[in-house]
Nanobody, 124 residues
Framework: QVQLLESGGGSVQAGGSLRLSCASS????????MAWFRQVPGKEREGLAG???????ITADSVKGRFTISQDSAKDTLYLEMNNLKPDDTAMYYC??????????????????WGQGTQVTVSS
């Protein structure tokens, strides 16, 4: 049974940092591409960053320079380092997984498995 469990969210002031983690189980981690998304109520889910099976990564322009995706394959864990957080970063953050390499790695429709999310709230 595939499980993705996010953690590390919380409340921070603008300019602060958070590190999100996504612990994975139930599948062969190296065979899956992973990604981070976020969603605000009433808006579409936004792709932030992804790592493909060949370990290449992509980061959305909207967060490039502030957010960094990484992983520890030995721990089957995905990370998202978020720096210089802004109030507009307030959202529910999700990790996702798909077997193989998706053609559009920041398109949420390309992902099969999702975590339950972790809330990030940034105050001004």
């Amino acid at each position: 049974q595939v499980q993705l469990l996010e953690s590390g969210g919380g409340s921070v002031q603008a300019g602060g940092s958070l590190r999100l983690s996504c612990a994975s189980s139930g599948f062969t981690y190296d065979e899956y591409s992973m990604a981070w998304f976020r969603q605000v109520p009433g808006k579409e889910r936004e792709g932030l960053a992804g790592i493909a099976t060949d370990t290449t990564s992509i980061t959305a322009d909207s967060v490039k320079g502030r957010f960094t995706i990484s992983q520890d394959s030995a721990k089957d864990t995905l990370y998202l380092e978020m720096n210089n957080l802004k109030p507009d970063d307030t959202a529910m953050y999700y990790c996702a997984a798909v077997q193989g390499r998706p053609s559009f790695p920041l398109n949420p429709n390309k992902y099969t498995y999702w975590g339950q999310g972790t809330q990030v709230t940034v105050s001004s």
